[in-house]
């Protein structure tokens, strides 16, 4: 039989400096056999759900973090018992013997590898690119140890199995995401809730069991609660959620862009009739057949178009080399509200897109971030946003600035409203646009000419043939 080795998965910079992600779920097991690639967790950084793929062939030893907690980059999350050739153990037969491989002969075979996870070890018992430390120590290391029959799991610590009775915790509450959206539908703080999961955990049966106590306590006239609520929380009256993930990340993008970035904001009502109409004439037709087009379809298409004559709007400010960025392709942003918050994924390569792939692509991103598994490559890199706030029912406003881009277009509502047409009054189909600029790249003038031709290719599509 070949020798054995525990291997440590540390959890890996899943995006462009993130600092920590939240285990979501465990797909495996302790002593589930797992190969190369295959989908072992679901973690949440702050910009996004992704699935972690395991970087070795072998047996699960150990899980070092449970579901719902939060783990620093660089922290060890699970441990493999892998042979030396990087698949997973067998186990000895009676009377053989078992071996134990020297690190020098653990190295000397090339190790599975994935982007991210670190370097390929060549046969020269050398990384063939130095490995990054974790928090300035020591690179990553692997630890041998002798074959072992069985790996003890972590300790469960036992829970009275008493479910409806409130408990005052003094750290943060266990639970994972969909348990604490249970409980906030129900109001309920989870800091009173007991859990009887593994090591304390909360569990959905436990938010529900704590809920049916309440309400047996206020229905009962004269009756006073077995246990009174912590001091100062009502889990009637309010519902505290931790600043973390893609609210946390946005927040601080938010006031990073406001504080940093000199906004301005100017506003143009336009009549879209005719481009609602054209709408309808493109949804009709055979080519867009199966297709999704919106407003905003239309509308992206304006502003990737108005772009062309107004490139200023798609740089951005690079402070540390002091210099001004002027992208020559377009990815365009589009803010998303999720259950999770604000993210803006974009889309790449936008301004080389037909209407008809503009369209795919638009609704591809909308379904992925309302899933929540928008990859972090898809919310990096984007050159100019759109909001539509027109979904909300909003006419406008003034949207901040997506960091490191020059301007924002939010869409407001199409609504029908009294418009001078052809000199005289009608009811037409009209729409605000909202344009916010940073002034150190755009001048007023740029700002206003962009919003200018926006402005003209919605309320007259045809004006696109004297634009390119």
Do not use: C
């Not at 090591?199 to 106590?213: E, K, M, N, P, Y």
């Amino acid at each position: 039989m070949s020798a054995t080795m525990i291997k440590e998965f540390r959890l890996p910079d899943l995006g462009e400096g993130l600092t920590e992600s939240e285990i979501l779920s465990w797909k495996v097991s302790v002593g589930d056999t797992v190969t190369l690639n295959q989908v072992i967790a679901e973690v949440e950084t702050a910009k996004a759900v992704v699935e972690l793929p395991s970087p070795f062939a072998g047996t699960v030893a150990a899980l070092h973090e449970q579901a719902g907690s939060v783990v620093e980059v660089g922290k060890p999350i699970v441990s493999f018992e892998v042979d030396d050739d990087g698949t997973a153990p067998s186990a000895a037969g009676p009377g053989e013997a078992t071996s134990t491989a020297s690190p020098a002969e653990a190295v000397a075979k090339r190790e599975p590898n994935l982007v991210g996870y670190g370097a390929v070890v060549e046969k020269s018992g050398r990384p063939a690119r130095r490995q990054r430390s974790v928090d300035g120590g020591a690179p990553e290391r692997e630890v041998v140890r002798e074959p072992v029959s069985a790996v003890e799991p972590a300790p469960v610590v036992e829970q009275p199995a008493v479910p409806n009775e409130p408990v005052v915790e003094q750290d943060r509450p266990r639970s994972t995401p969909p348990v604490r959206k249970l409980a906030r539908d129900l109001g309920i703080d989870l800091a009173l809730v007991r859990g009887t999961g593994p090591a304390g955990l909360i569990t959905r049966s436990d938010v529900q069991d704590f809920a049916a106590w309440s309400q047996a306590q206020v229905s009962v006239p004269g009756v006073a609660p077995a246990s009174a609520p912590a001091v100062g929380v009502s889990a009637e009256r309010e519902t505290r959620t931790p600043i973390k993930g893609v609210r946390k990340f946005t927040a601080a993008a938010m006031v990073q862009s406001a504080f940093t970035a000199p906004h301005v904001t100017e506003f143009l009502t336009v009549d879209v009739t005719p481009t609602m109409e054209l709408l309808t004439r493109l949804k009709a037709s055979r080519e867009f057949a199966g297709y999704k087009l919106t407003p905003l379809t239309i509308a992206a298409k304006a502003v990737l178009i108005a772009l062309r004559r107004n490139p200023t709007l798609n740089s951005r400010w690079d402070d540390g080399a002091q210099e001004i960025v002027q992208f020559n392709y377009v990815n365009l942003g589009i803010a998303a509200a999720t259950p999770r918050g604000l993210t803006v994924p974009n889309i790449k390569d936008a301004d080389k897109m037909t209407l008809l792939d503009l369209s795919t692509a638009l609704s591809a991103l909308t379904d992925t971030a309302r899933s929540g598994k928008t990859s972090p490559a898809d919310l990096t890199g984007g050159t100019i946003s759109i909001t539509n706030i027109g979904v909300f029912g909003i006419d406008a406003g003034t949207p901040i600035l997506n960091p490191g881009e020059a301007a924002i277009v939010a869409l407001g509502s199409v609504r029908k409203a009294p418009w001078v047409h052809n000199d005289e009054l009608a009811v037409r189909q009209v729409m605000s646009l909202s344009l916010s600029f940073d002034h150190r790249l755009v001048d007023g003038e740029q700002g206003s000419k962009f919003l200018a031709d926006l402005g003209a290719i919605l309320s007259d599509p045809a004006t696109v043939m004297t634009m390119i």
